[in-house]
């Protein structure tokens, strides 16, 4: 088939337009791989943080409830302290109180006998005042002597609750004591991983610059080929307007390349060489 220079011409800028098409194809490939890498770093990168961020807020809600009951038991202990420090200052002063060195029985008994006495003995009347007056003293005395023996008995009383009261004080310290180490633990976690998060933000934020770069670079990739093809379209589009069927001249290429290769088989025949899968489905197309 004969064709005039400007379907020549026109025929080799198809074929190359076509070569470079395959070329961008495959810059194209490797950009939206690239690209798609960098995406799938950011995602993982994004979930890692978005696990680690919830892992915080619970950490900070177990943190702040433990600070609380932290600050709770330090009320009720300081409270309970309170209580026995000022139950303390009680015993002690009622320790410190002299005691009488009269027994109250026989001061019971010494005023009975004088109450018999003024019973069954005759006496005048200024006797009689006088020993009235000895056993309002004595019973005075007495009073005051059970008051005191009174206030024994209730320090007894006030030590036995005080040790309740020490020991529930104790218990709130030491529960304190160990809802302040957990808080503090949570706390420092807290710290950790923070620091954990704003390291894999940077990761991130690399990871998407480089993604958008990628990404710049596909759409001009993919903006090239759509020009290319275009060209590649236009190109064809002036071949057929000129009559020329562009798949009936790639046919007659593929002919003629076939005949020189079975020209090439038919050497190897002639000459003894051996023959390869290659040349032997050349020759049965050929045929």
């Given at each position: 088939?004969?064709?005039?220079?400007?379907?020549?011409?026109?025929?080799?800028?198809?074929?190359?337009?076509?070569?470079?098409?395959?070329?961008?194809?495959?810059?194209?490939?490797?950009?939206?791989?690239?690209?798609?890498?960098?995406?799938?770093?950011?995602?993982?990168?994004?979930?890692?943080?978005?696990?680690?961020?919830?892992?915080?807020?619970?950490?900070?809600?177990?943190?702040?409830?433990?600070?609380?009951?932290?600050?709770?038991?330090?009320?009720?202990?300081?409270?309970?302290?309170?209580?026995?420090s000022e139950e303390?200052?009680?015993?002690?002063?009622?320790?410190?109180?002299?005691?009488?060195?009269?027994?109250?029985?026989?001061?019971?008994?010494?005023?009975?006998?004088?109450?018999?006495?003024?019973?069954?003995?005759?006496?005048?009347?200024?006797?009689?005042?006088?020993?009235?007056?000895?056993?309002?003293?004595?019973?005075?005395?007495?009073?005051?002597?059970?008051?005191?023996?009174?206030?024994?008995?209730?320090?007894?009383?006030?030590?036995?609750?005080?040790?309740?009261?020490?020991?529930?004080?104790?218990?709130?310290?030491?529960?304190?004591?160990?809802?302040?180490?957990?808080?503090?633990?949570h706390h420092e976690?807290?710290?950790?991983?923070?620091?954990?998060?704003?390291?894999?933000?940077?990761?991130?934020?690399?990871?998407?610059?480089?993604?958008?770069?990628?990404?710049?670079?596909?759409?001009?990739?993919?903006?090239?080929?759509?020009?290319?093809?275009?060209?590649?379209?236009?190109?064809?589009?002036?071949?057929?307007?000129?009559?020329?069927?562009?798949?009936?001249?790639?046919?007659?290429?593929?002919?003629?390349?076939?005949?020189?290769?079975?020209?090439?088989?038919?050497?190897?025949?002639?000459?003894?060489?051996?023959?390869?899968?290659?040349?032997?489905?050349?020759?049965?197309?050929?045929?």
């Amino acid at each position: 088939m004969w064709l005039a220079m400007d379907e020549k011409e026109l025929l080799s800028k198809l074929r190359k337009a076509k070569e470079e098409i395959a070329q961008i194809k495959s810059r194209l490939s490797k950009a939206n791989t690239e690209k798609e890498n960098f995406f799938k770093e950011k995602s993982v990168i994004s979930q890692e943080i978005k696990e680690k961020i919830s892992f915080v807020q619970k950490s900070k809600k177990k943190r702040n409830e433990l600070t609380t009951e932290v600050k709770n038991k330090k009320h009720e202990r300081d409270k309970l302290n309170k209580i026995i420090s000022e139950e303390l200052k009680t015993v002690k002063e009622v320790k410190d109180t002299p005691r009488p060195t009269e027994n109250p029985i026989g001061l019971k008994k010494k005023i009975e006998a004088l109450e018999f006495k003024i019973e069954t003995e005759p006496m005048n009347f200024q006797k009689e005042q006088a020993v009235m007056k000895e056993i309002r003293q004595l019973k005075k005395k007495l009073k005051e002597i059970k008051e005191v023996y009174g206030e024994v008995s209730d320090i007894r009383s006030k030590n036995r609750e005080l040790n309740k009261l020490k020991k529930e004080a104790n218990k709130f310290h030491k529960d304190l004591q160990k809802n302040a180490r957990e808080s503090q633990e949570h706390h420092e976690q807290l710290i950790d991983y923070s620091k954990e998060i704003d390291i894999l933000r940077a990761k991130e934020k690399a990871a998407h610059e480089q993604f958008m770069e990628k990404k710049n670079i596909y759409m001009g990739i993919n903006e090239e080929l759509k020009k290319k093809f275009d060209e590649f379209k236009a190109i064809k589009d002036d071949l057929e307007k000129m009559n020329v069927k562009v798949a009936e001249l790639e046919n007659e290429k593929k002919k003629k390349n076939l005949k020189e290769k079975t020209r090439e088989v038919n050497e190897k025949i002639k000459t003894g060489k051996k023959l390869t899968t290659e040349d032997i489905l050349i020759m049965q197309q050929g045929k």
